[in-house]
């Protein structure tokens, strides 16, 4: 880009809905009576995804504020106390339920681009696998660990991390907790 006297660019995602998805995810959302918080825990890249354990905290901390929706496929974890739609609709479906949620957080996944997309703040968990200036987005909070050995690009089945994912594990679940009272105290 600099080749071409680009010297920064912020990308936006764009996400479109039908009208009848619009009104599906609606009438699908109307059971809850807190705000929607929607979470993917799982990317298809095992350097990218959080722990369990780390998830069943935020999920504690947050359950009395919000309807917590989970997204994703059938290989997310089960949680207790959250509304699971992971594996049970198509890609269009879950960025509809996406569209109505007023928070969402995930790994670096297709879940981060469709909520961009459709303008939902996020807080996404970077780690260290992948650069924040490749494939975040400015408007997200983007939470990233960059120990010497990042970005390291490595992929499922081609090569294993030998520091057994220091870069998404150093990421704290308080450090999490934080970004999102932040996050909310904005809005």
């Given amino acids: 880009m600099l080749r071409l006297g680009i010297e920064q660019y912020d990308y936006k995602a764009s996400y479109y809905l039908s009208e009848e998805e619009k009104k599906w995810a609606k009438q699908e959302t109307n ?9 993917c825990t799982k990317s298809k890249e ?3 995804n959080w722990s369990q354990e780390n998830w069943l905290e935020i999920l504690q901390n947050l359950k009395a504020n919000f309807s917590i929706i989970q997204l994703g496929d059938d290989k997310e974890p089960i949680f207790e106390e959250v509304h699971r739609y992971a594996g049970k609709l198509s890609m269009r479906e879950s960025a509809a339920i996406l ?3 007023k928070y969402f957080i995930g790994p670096d996944s297709l879940l981060m681009h469709i909520a961009n997309g ?19 987005y400015s408007e997200n909070i983007n939470l990233r660990n960059t120990p010497d050995c990042s970005p390291c690009w490595i ?13 998404i594990k150093s990421i704290s679940v ?8 932040g996050l909310i105290s904005i809005k």
């Fill in 174 to 181: 308080n450090r999490v907790l934080n970004e999102i009272r």
């Fill in 46 to 48: 095992p350097v990218k």
């Fill in 155 to 167: 992929h499922d089945g081609y090569e294993q991390c030998k520091f057994d994912v220091l870069c």
């Fill in 31 to 39: 059971q809850f009576d807190k705000p929607i918080l929607a979470l």
């Fill in 99 to 101: 569209s109505k949620a």
């Fill in 118 to 136: 459709l303008d939902i703040p996020s807080i996404i968990i970077f780690g260290g696998s992948r650069p924040v200036g490749c494939f975040g």
